[in-house]
């Protein structure tokens, strides 16, 4: 999406009070929603990227999850699969399985409600080269190694550790 994409703005109860376009809303602080998708291979690694310089939040941080902004009228569920058939590069994923739903906050003027989902992708990837710099499938203790050593999102991360309070990793 650019930053003219047009997003719904919503209260702290995620409910509609108006619409934005994607650039004005970052710029602004303006509420809005977000999917994560846990990408899983066949053999259950996730994937982890590395987020390209350009992108507009967050660029150059590592993220274990792929997604975006859901547009203005758009359904978490319909925003989960389009993202990550778009970041992933490929076409004819499973439905994505809703997990759990969070308002991520940061307290300095970004804040989203934010849908979690799962999906397992048997499809060899191409990642959008703009939006993933990096990529490769990790087993969940690499994934947790990785913790300590390299800068993640930090609202992917929120949406990480929750996950695993929920469903400890193996």
Do not use: N
Not at 75 to 104: D, M, N, Q
Not at 145 to 151: G, V
């Amino acid at each position: 999406m650019s930053a003219d994409e047009i997003l719904d703005i919503v209260d702290e109860h995620d409910q509609v009070i108006g619409q934005s376009p994607r650039g004005e809303a970052y710029a602004g602080g303006l509420r809005h929603r977000c999917v994560f998708i846990l990408a899983r291979d066949a053999e259950g690694r996730i994937f982890v990227h590395r987020r390209t310089p350009t992108k507009l939040v967050f660029p150059s941080l590592y993220d274990m999850f792929v997604g975006g902004v859901v547009g203005a009228g758009e359904t978490y569920e319909s925003a989960a699969l389009r993202e990550a058939e778009e970041e992933l590069g490929v076409t004819g994923l499973p439905r994505p399985r809703y997990l759990f739903k969070f308002l991520y906050d940061d307290g300095a003027g970004r804040s989203w409600w934010s849908a979690v989902y799962e999906v397992t992708c048997e499809l060899p990837v191409r990642p959008q080269s703009e939006e993933i710099a990096w990529h490769d499938f990790l087993s969940e203790d690499e994934v947790r190694r990785r913790l300590r050593d390299w800068e993640w999102v930090p609202d992917g991360l929120a949406a990480y550790e929750r996950l695993t309070a929920l469903r400890p990793m193996d």
